[in-house]
């Protein structure tokens, strides 16, 4: 795993923190325990989550031991935990220092915690990676199947009331506000879960219901029901969605912009 020295993020994280330690007193020894005094990402990021997962039958060293192994088992989860904070700062317009989602976003921490019940998951250690879940779900409020498939680069932004099924996808680069909703239909078994395009926004609110897929590009409106197919690079709102226009740009959820106006003109430019 990269140190300091050759992994320029994790770099900038200790910079940062090592400033905000010297102006504000209070808090340098949390700075130092859960950042300055580890050589690497994964290092204090699995000190740090371990730390809000405890509970009085798995102790933080326990939970630490296992996602150690995890990041140093598998490099997309590393590649994918630095895209994720890549992406908070590049969308998040309240988040201008790396640092902040990393000590406390629990988007952010939430899904680097279905990362590892991911891997545990594929490994066959289904037990645990439940257990992983529902300390996610206890501690986060946002509840990940440790069967799901997430890309990188995705913020969970606020994330509260996140739910997230056992048969989802979700693609690289894309946007979900608090209390989505990417959930079955009843009690069917199978596959039964959406299927989100890279560079997808979903809006707060939003229920995306059954095996259905949300093409990339697409932007989904707040409060939205989806229980069809969503075309690529359209724009869906209303219960149940329908087609309203389309998205500015190829990619919304980079943009973060959740308003329908500039994707009614983008729809009628299309249209000639």
């Not at 050589?39 to 000190?47: C, I, K, Y």
């Not at 590049?90 to 952010?108: N, Q, V």
């Not at 059954?210 to 409060?223: L, M, S």
């Not at 069809?228 to 219960?239: Q, R």
């Amino acid at each position: 795993m990269s140190t300091a020295s050759n992994d320029p993020l994790w770099e900038r994280i200790r910079e940062e923190t090592l400033l905000h330690a010297r102006d504000e007193p209070m808090l340098a020894s949390f700075l130092y325990a859960t950042i300055l005094n580890h050589e690497t990402l994964e290092g204090a990021l699995s000190f740090h989550l371990a730390n809000q997962l405890d509970s009085p039958v798995a102790s933080s060293l326990l939970l630490r031991d296992v996602m150690l192994q995890a990041f140093e088992s598998d490099s997309c989860i590393r590649d994918a935990v630095r895209a994720d904070l890549q992406a908070v700062l590049d969308r998040d317009s309240a988040c201008h220092e790396l640092y902040i989602p990393f000590l406390y976003f629990k988007g952010f921490h939430a899904l680097q915690t279905q990362r590892v019940a991911h891997w545990l998951w594929q490994q066959g250690r289904e037990p645990l990676a439940l257990f992983f879940q529902n300390r996610m779900s206890t501690g986060f409020g946002v509840d990940i199947h440790p069967a799901a498939r997430m890309g990188k680069g995705i913020m969970l932004d606020h994330a509260t009331g996140l739910v997230i099924g056992e048969t989802a996808v979700v693609g690289n680069n894309v946007s979900i506000l608090q209390s989505v909703t990417l959930g079955g239909t009843g009690k069917d078994e199978g596959d039964r879960h959406p299927k989100i395009g890279d560079g997808v926004l979903i809006s707060a609110g939003a229920k995306i219901l059954g095996n259905i897929t949300v093409g990339e590009g697409a932007k989904v409106g707040a409060g939205s029901v989806v229980l069809e197919n969503v075309p690529p690079h359209t724009t869906v709102a209303g219960v149940p969605a329908k087609v309203v226009g389309r998205p500015a740009s190829e990619q919304p959820a980079l943009e973060m912009d959740h308003d329908f106006c500039c994707d009614e003109a983008a729809a009628r430019i299309q249209a000639g």
